[in-house]
């Protein structure tokens, strides 16, 4: 059956373990919460779109595969200095461990465009408002370009790299190392030349 809004489509499952398929375009108007039971797969053309300020929560397990299934949140970089800025229409997933994915950019609508900032800085948020111990995983090969410095809200974070993984600027060459660097403000930190902090892991090459 065929339901004109996420939040319709969830209050219809009731209780008990069940799966829900998105393999159509719906859209996601207000802050809805998908409960641990609800098992949540993306299948193409499947796709979500989240407006109206909102953040919808995913406490299931999620899956989905290796192409845009959210729309590209509302990012505005700080206009004073290396902080976040705001972020909205965006996704976090909540609940066990067990249950949260790792969380791919391109659901996010990054990887290979002219600009991912938003995207990334999408998943980046996405992880840092989750539970402790979910991570964002860069895809091999894929050239992520940015014109603002990607932002991590949390010092609890894994960042996932892959061979060919490349992070560059805008109109500037690939970064050649990746640290992460305290910025002074209490609990942000960004990309930075030094002062790598222990509690952020950054796990696998990232050219």
Partial sequence: MAYATLELAVGAIGAGTKTFVIDSA?????????????????????????????????NGPFSADGRQVFSTPTATPSASGPVLGTITNN???????????????????????????????????????????????LEAGVNYTVGNSPVIDTPYFWLLGAPGAKIIRK???????MNLLD????????WGPSYPLSSIHVQGPIE
């Fill in 91 to 137: 996704v976090i997933f909540g609940g066990s461990a067990k249950t949260r994915p790792v969380v791919n950019p391109r659901w996010f609508g990054a990887g290979g465009g002219t600009d991912d900032w938003a995207g990334l800085q999408a998943a980046l948020w996405c992880v840092t408002q989750s539970s402790p111990g979910i991570a964002v995983q």
């Fill in 26 to 58: 719906i859209d996601c108007t207000s802050g809805l919460t998908i409960p641990e039971n609800v098992s949540t797969v993306v299948d193409a053309p499947g796709f979500v779109t989240i407006s109206g300020n909102k953040t919808l929560t995913i």
């Fill in 183 to 190: 910025t002074g403000h209490t609990g942000r930190y960004t």
């Fill in 171 to 177: 109109n500037a060459t690939p970064i050649a190392k």
